[in-house]
């Protein structure tokens, strides 16, 4: 709607005048329907936006903060005395809608001007003398659409007063089944933000009141999204609102049912179940072919996973669209309680081999996860040499997995669990296929572990005789005879340091050498030499600091002293560039964090991403969630 006839610019004092309610300045002005700003906002637009009304919510802020506030914000109280002037000089203000497509009307409900909102729709009715034609353009008034779709409920609602939902519902209770551009009908404003005397009023002036929302959600799922427990049960008591107890959303198909489960909220999925008496929801799935069951399963919720097996087992029986079923979401989501709970439950055995599209049971999805299960491991009824559609059986997953640095200790206890189990690899395979292709693996043969045993003998030997010759020598006489003569200074200090860490961990490497050959496990004589190769190369970076920090403290910061320091400390970039050949690596900065994950834990390789070690321990899982 519009003004009719021509538009004319209101100046400045007309413009305060309407701010204010002044209607006398209005007095000598022709055609007053005329004036309008560039936005075409009318003289009641500039009131009743600019008006406030004082709120009768039993729940108001502090008067003296709320008079504050009204100070603050330079604004009067509405004017009905203005408003009702306005329309008897020109009740074509009532139809007058500004550049967003807002009559008047809107903007009482809006801020909540009750009395108004009552003028304005008297003063529509009062054009026609005929009642039937008064109340169509009642009905019209209050069904005149915004831009955005919004008719004066909306706003009402949206705004949470209570006092002019109530008026517009006494005049037209068919007005709450409009919806807005968005598809957002009143009932589902109020459940999404929470309004639960508007709900309650809705549903007492409305029998069968609509409930859509965007993306085809409802107000209940609105409610269950919010863990509203109450008003979930109050807008169950409505028949006509129950109904959406199985209506499925447009984005991934889910009911209510879906949110509440995945939220963990029991109270919720317990009243949502019981509310539907052929137990239909339990069994709907969403658009992938999931089911509440798998969800819970997923998530890691224990008491509704209880549920589901006590009540709704035929559940279990159902598989998504890839073929997974509840075992697989607890796999993949990485619930063992969950996993191990299902393997108790003989009447699940059904699960426990089950292949999906991929030819994977659950086995072969633990051993891609992140998560031990001596349960599903070790049960009798698993299956361990079920082979999936590329031929692998779980221990071959889990040798090619085994070839992430950030899993190698997960799936290498795991690889030693299936193997006690009396899992094999794949005669369908060779070896290479099964320890991955393409992967970048060290190989340690028997000349190479001879080598490493020799250079960290060297290291050793070396750095044990450097404790004992020390920098600078001993005291030779007086109460200190025999006592380091540099021993004062923090250098010789860091010498001692080093040159103890690089003893050590050559001794260290050497005796894992010594053991290594005993073992008969050919992934346990790669993970010793992994071992035993970290070490080495720590003993022989700290090696290179002790000569650093020694020969500083002998000379000091003379310029033979420097000279010798910038040599000795120059090895650390070819260190970095055999690394960065060998591993992968991209900076020296990468090869220092490396070193830093080596000597605090080294029982893993080196790893081309920084923090290897803190990614290992801290970060659950490099898959992106799939719910």
């Known amino acids: ?26 007095n000598h002005v022709q055609n007053i329907e005329h004036l309008l700003t560039p936005n075409n906002n009318s003289i009641l637009h500039l009131h009743l936006t600019s008006a406030i009304t004082i709120p009768t919510q039993t729940v108001s802020p502090p008067q003296p903060l709320f008079s504050l506030l009204n100070k603050r914000c330079e604004r009067s109280t509405v004017s009905e005395d203005f408003v009702k002037k306005v329309l008897d000089k020109c009740g074509g203000q009532v139809l007058i809608a500004n550049a967003k497509g807002e009559t008047p009307l809107h903007l009482a409900a809006r801020y909540g001007h009750s009395a108004v909102t009552k003028l304005l729709i008297e003063s529509a009715k009062s054009f026609h003398d005929d009642i039937e034609a008064g109340r169509r353009a009642e009905k019209e008034l209050m069904r005149a659409k915004s831009k955005t779709g919004d008719t004066a409920l909306h706003e009402a609602v949206r705004h949470n007063h209570i006092e002019v939902v109530d008026i517009l519902l006494n005049l037209d209770k068919s007005i709450n089944n409009v919806a807005n551009n968005e598809n957002e009908t009143p009932l589902y404003i109020a459940s999404e933000r929470k309004y639960k005397r508007i709900v309650d009023k809705i549903l007492v002036k409305v029998e069968s009141p609509a409930y859509e929302g965007p993306n085809d959600r409802t107000a209940l799922h609105a409610a269950v999204i ?91 029986e159902i598989v998504d669209n890839k073929g997974w079923n509840v075992l697989h979401y607890a796999v ?6 969950i996993v191990a709970k299902i393997m108790r439950k003989l009447s699940l055995s ?32 698993v299956d361990r040499v079920a082979l999936n559609k590329n031929d692998q059986t779980a221990l071959d997953v889990a040798y090619a997995i085994a070839e992430d640095a950030d899993r190698v200790l997960t799936k290498k206890r795991l690889i030693m669990q299936l193997e006690k189990a009396g899992g094999i690899g794949s005669q369908h395979l060779d070896e290479r296929d099964r320890l991955g292709k393409g992967t970048k693996k060290l190989e340690f043969t ?69 053991f290594s050959p005993l073992n008969k496990a050919k992934w346990l004589d790669y993970y010793f030499s992994e071992v035993a190769f970290s070490f080495t190369l720590v003993a022989i970076a700290t090696m290179i600091v002790a000569f650093g920090t ?34 992968g690596g991209e900076s020296f900065f990468t090869f220092v964090m490396n070193l830093v994950n080596a000597i605090i834990f080294p029982f893993i390789r080196f790893t081309p991403r920084p923090f290897g070690f803190f990614i290992l321990f801290f970060k659950r899982s490099d898959e992106p969630r799939i719910i």
Request: aromatic share 10%; hydrophobic share 40%.
């Open 350 to 381: 059904h699960l426990y081999n089950e292949k999906d599209i991929y030819g994977d049971t659950p086995l072969h999805h633990l051993a891609s996860s992140r998560i031990q299960s001596r349960e599903l491991v070790y049960h009798n009824r």
């Open 332 to 337: 993949k989501g990485g619930s063992s309680h």
């Open 550 to 583: 020694g020969t500083f403290a002998v000379l000091g910061s003379s310029p033979v002293g420097i000279a010798a320091i910038i040599v000795g400390l120059s090895f650390f970039f070819v260190f970095r560039q055999v690394l960065q050949m060998s591993f």
């Open 226 to 316: 919010n863990s509203d427990i109450g008003m979930v049960k109050d807008l169950m008591k409505n028949e006509h609102v129950r109904s959406a107890i199985k209506h499925a959303d447009g984005k991934k198909g889910w009911i209510p049912l879906h949110y509440a489960v995945k939220d963990g909220n029991t109270d919720l999925t317990t009243l949502l179940l019981n509310e539907d008496r052929n137990t239909d929801t339990a069994y709907m799935q969403d658009k992938e072919g999931r089911t509440a069951f798998h969800i819970a399963a997923y998530f890691g919720h224990e008491e509704i996973v209880d549920t589901f097996v006590k009540h709704y087992q035929g559940c279990s």
């Open 1 to 26: 709607m519009a003004g009719s006839g021509r538009r004319k610019s209101i100046d400045c004092t007309l413009y305060n005048a309407a701010i204010e309610g002044n209607f006398d300045a209005f």
């Open 446 to 514: 028997k000349e190479a572990k001879e080598s490493h045993l020799i250079v960290a003998t060297l290291i050793a030997t070396v750095t044990f005789a450097a404790a004992f010759t020390l920098p600078g020598g001993t005291e030779q006489d007086g109460d200190h005879k025999g006592s380091p003569i540099l021993g004062h200074k923090p250098s010789f200090k860091a010498f001692i340091v080093s040159n103890t860490i690089s003893l050590v961990m050559a001794a260290s490497a050497a005796f894992i050498h010594l």
